[in-house]
Each structure stands twice: as C-alpha cells, then as structure tokens.
C-alpha cells in the first residue's frame, strides 16, 4: 500500500527530528506540515503504525521510543505518494 501525500509528508517530518535523535511533538508535525489540528496528525501516526513505519511509545507526550527512531531512520524512504 503506498501512502498518500499527507502521511509521506509526516513521515518526512519524524525522519527529520529522528536524524537529529528527537522525537517530535504532535504539535511541531502538525506545524511542519500545515494541518490545522493534533487530531489530524494522530489519525496519520495511527495509519502509519499500522502500516509498520513507526513504532509506538506505550503512552506519553512523545510518541516513539529510541527503538522507534532507529527503525524509522532504517526504514527505506516510501515510494512516491499516491495522487
């Protein structure tokens, strides 16, 4: 399944802050991709969990674990979002 534009876009952001050893706050994905609200942003991390791109922390205001950030930095990139 590819990932539409948004959710790559999300991606990009988390694998940003995750070069950098940081795990994003919904609200800096929200900003960095120009949604208008959290709940937005976690829709997309909940779809991209799903798919097997991030890998959640249980509960907490950061949403991946160090374990997390390696597997999303070792992830190839998505192919091209869907239209």
């Given amino acids: 399944m590819s990932l539409t ?3 790559a876009a999300v991606l990009q ?3 940003y802050f995750s070069k950098r ?3 994003p706050r919904l609200t800096e994905i929200r ?3 120009g949604l208008r609200d959290v709940r937005s ?3 997309h991390i909940k779809t991209l969990e799903r798919l ?3 890998h959640p922390e ?3 205001l950061r949403r991946l674990t160090e374990q997390g950030l390696a597997l999303v ?3 190839p990139e998505p192919l091209k979002p869907a239209a």
Avoid: H
């Fill in 52 to 54: 097997g791109y991030l």
């Fill in 73 to 75: 930095r070792a992830l």
């Fill in 5 to 7: 534009s948004r959710q």
């Fill in 58 to 60: 249980p509960k907490g």
């Fill in 13 to 15: 952001v988390i694998r």
């Fill in 41 to 43: 942003v976690e829709l």
């Fill in 21 to 23: 050893n940081y795990s």
């Fill in 31 to 33: 900003d960095a991709v």
